[in-house]
Nanobody, 123 residues
Framework: QVQLVESGGGLVQAGGSLRVSCAASGLTFSTYTMGWFRQAPGNEREFVAAITRGGFETYYGDSEKGRFTISRVNAQNTVNLKMASLKPEDTAVYYC????????????????WGKGTQVTVSS
């Protein structure tokens, strides 16, 4: 049974930093592209970042470039998202997702999802 469990969300002031992590189990982690998505109330789930299977290539949404950093440790089956210079509009539930294939920036392309972790940025 595949499980993706996010952690590290919370409340942070605008301009601050936060790191969210995702622990994966039940899958051969190194064969999956990993992604982060977020969803705010009333909005569609949107792409935040993705990292290739070996961790050599990373991709970001336009609003996250230069502020967010995705990384992974295959030996620990974990993927992290470090967020800096946070803005109130970054407030959302952040989801970890796994895709058996090449990098995909669309939510429908991912095979497994975590339950999400709330990130709230106060102004």
């Amino acid at each position: 049974q595949v499980q993706l469990v996010e952690s590290g969300g919370g409340l942070v002031q605008a301009g601050g930093s936060l790191r969210v992590s995702c622990a994966a189990s039940g899958l051969t982690f190194s064969t999956y592209t990993m992604g982060w998505f977020r969803q705010a109330p009333g909005n569609e789930r949107e792409f935040v970042a993705a990292i290739t299977r070996g961790g050599f290539e990373t991709y970001y949404g336009d609003s996250e470039k230069g502020r967010f950093t995705i990384s992974r440790v295959n030996a620990q089956n974990t993927v992290n998202l470090k967020m800096a210079s946070l803005k109130p509009e970054d407030t959302a539930v952040y989801y970890c997702a796994a895709h058996l294939g090449l990098v995909n920036m669309t939510a429908t392309g991912y095979d497994y999802w975590g339950k999400g972790t709330q990130v709230t940025v106060s102004s």
